[in-house]
């Protein structure tokens, strides 16, 4: 079975400062999709970034980044430029290309992401 | 814009009875998703379904059961709730890869 494991539970930030939330899985599986998804206070979760493992090149939205090594089974996210609507909970999550019918998703434990002035 | 939303954002339930939690996405979907979150343990995975009345367990099925009859519409029952159920539950739906989740359900059972 895959695991995601992420071993901040919190992280701090000062605004427009850079932060990277780390994040390894395990697998045994060469075609699979990575995810960082973001939880603000009491507030829906939301999709941040998707990396595909068969592209090389690392996946970029904005100030979002990430840092996919392959063979390393690290996927970490880089944050530029913090603003404070950045503070939440982030997720790492992984979904198998062979999850047949429905696209499950195996997630992390979160990564709390403060934002200080 | 996709949209799934929940019935209640804040329930409280007391031991034993029968909850139900209702999820509504409007973007024509074949897969849907309950999953509770706890603090630690990140989000598990309790059922998902593939197509109208097609369901199958995930991590931590027990105590749970599903229904899909329409398939903007999936409801996950707690057929006698304990206080070990007490969590945030989240829905999503997704088409491919990327799944939409829903505000959640705070659910306390006392």
């Known amino acids: 079975a895959q695991t995601v494991t992420q071993s901040q539970p919190e992280m701090s930030v000062q605004e427009a400062e850079t932060v990277t939330l780390s994040c390894t899985y395990d697998?045994?599986?060469?075609?699979?999709?990575l995810f960082w998804y973001k939880q603000p206070p009491s507030r829906q979760m939301i999709l941040v970034i998707r990396q595909e493992a068969y592209k090389q090149q690392n996946a970029t939205e904005n100030r979002f980044s990430v840092n996919f090594q392959k063979a390393a089974k690290s996927f970490s996210l880089k944050i530029s430029d913090s603003q404070l609507g950045d503070a939440a909970m982030y997720f790492c999550?992984?979904?198998?290309?062979?999850?047949?019918?429905?696209?499950?998703?195996?997630f992390g434990t979160g990564t709390r992401l403060q934002v200080t002035l | 814009d996709v949209k799934v939303t929940q019935s209640s954002r804040y329930l409280v339930k007391r031991t034993g009875e029968k909850v139900f939690l209702e999820c509504v996405q409007d973007?024509?979907?074949?897969?849907m998703f309950w999953y509770r979150q706890d603090p630690g343990l990140g989000l598990r995975l309790i059922y998902f379904s593939y197509d109208v009345k097609m369901k199958e367990k995930g991590d931590i099925p027990e105590g749970y059961s599903v229904s899909r009859e329409k398939k903007e519409r999936f409801s996950l029952i707690l057929e006698s709730a304990s206080t070990n159920q007490t969590s945030m539950y989240l829905c999503a739906s997704s088409l491919g890869g990327t799944q939409y989740f829903g505000p959640g359900t705070r659910l306390t059972v006392l």
């Open positions: 973007m024509d979907h074949e897969n």
């Open positions: 697998t045994s599986e060469s075609d699979y999709y």
């Open positions: 999550a992984y979904r198998s290309a062979r999850s047949g019918t429905a696209s499950k998703l195996t």
